[in-house]
């Protein structure tokens, strides 16, 4: 499922966070006790700092249903106001027809519980809600034609345009440690890397955030955005048009699948808008083999949707790189604490290589090509 982080108030946030570690029958009789199911199989799916598991269950008149139950980490369950905040933007923006799982109640009416649950790992309290289940597949499995990175552009933009009309005082997050305003925080879990060819670029990335990025907050745009728009949170569907959402005659006519849906919002914060198309760029860039293309045409498919003004649009490179930054960095510091989490070491090949280019090009050269391949779908 989604690439899931822990919401972190100090510098200690990594070490800070328990993962839930309930087994898979253990997922089953907590689901049969809190919501009265009949239960007839259970699949952990990937996580980060959560655990989510896939049910399906018997509904009435044997019609079976499909459901995300999902257990929070100990650090994330004790921050209510952004649960809530979770269950109400979720609700928001099914009503608003952007596809995505569904809160379910408890028999009481609730949409969430904190349970006191025994796992592998000890006797901890959780926060635990059930999630409708979206079929599909995940945006990582199709290749990046650039009718996908259009249409995931679209797709993301759409998102953040029904955002402009949501906000809840959970997501004044200041301290969460995946949001790019906290990028400061990643000088205190470089050391993790023993090259000093990583120190050094990491160090300069961070820098060039501070210098360029922060510098310019005042002149930015706020609202509530996605905050994780990566390649396990967007589900796709194979379909068979070939020109789809709007990717018009510069579409290569071999366009498989839509975007139809996005999985979670565990990242969401009140932020800069910006923010959310970067951290879309550097995800869908780090699967792909021509990161730099690819990366130019979701940017077309998303200001197609969500304008960015032209200072926003010379601060993508800033931005994309600190999030590369946080990701490769937070994720092998994180790997030292849980070793047995291979996950957890995800982008660290693909980050490295991408960074890497990205660091070796000047900005310009960036935006210029991004520039002609926007100005492709208008000619």
Known sequence: MASEKGDSSSVGGLD?????????????????????????????????????????VKGTDDKK??????????????????????TQLLLFLHTNGIQCPKPVRLPGGEYMTLENIKGVKGTHNHMVRLLTYIPGEVYKTAEMTPDLCYQA??????????????????????DFLWSLEMVPEVEKYVHVFEEKEKKDILHSVLKAFKDKVIASYPELRKSTIHGDYNEGNILIKEVNSNLINGADKNATNSAKYEICGILDVGDVTYSYCMFDAAIALMYTMLISRTPIESGGHMLAGYQSVFPLTDLEKELLYYCITARIAQSVTYGMYTYTLHPHNT???????????????????????????WEEISKSYSS
């Open 65 to 86: 249903q499909e459901y995300t139950l999902k257990v929070v980490n100990t650090k994330d369950s004790l921050n209510k106001a952004v649960q809530e905040a979770q």
């Open 153 to 174: 552009g679209r797709h993301i933009a759409s998102i953040d345009s029904t955002l402009k009309d949501f906000y809840h005082k959970g997501f004044e997050r200041p």
């Open 16 to 56: 800070e966070v328990i993962k839930p570690s309930l087994t898979v029958d253990g997922a089953k009789e907590l689901a049969e006790e809190l919501y009265n199911f009949t239960v007839e199989s259970v699949k952990q799916l990937d996580s980060y700092d959560d655990q989510n598991f896939y049910l399906v």
């Open 343 to 369: 996950y957890l070491l995800n982008t660290q090949e693909d980050g490295w290589r991408v960074l890497k280019n990205l660091w070796g090009m000047p900005n310009k050269d960036i935006l210029k090509q």
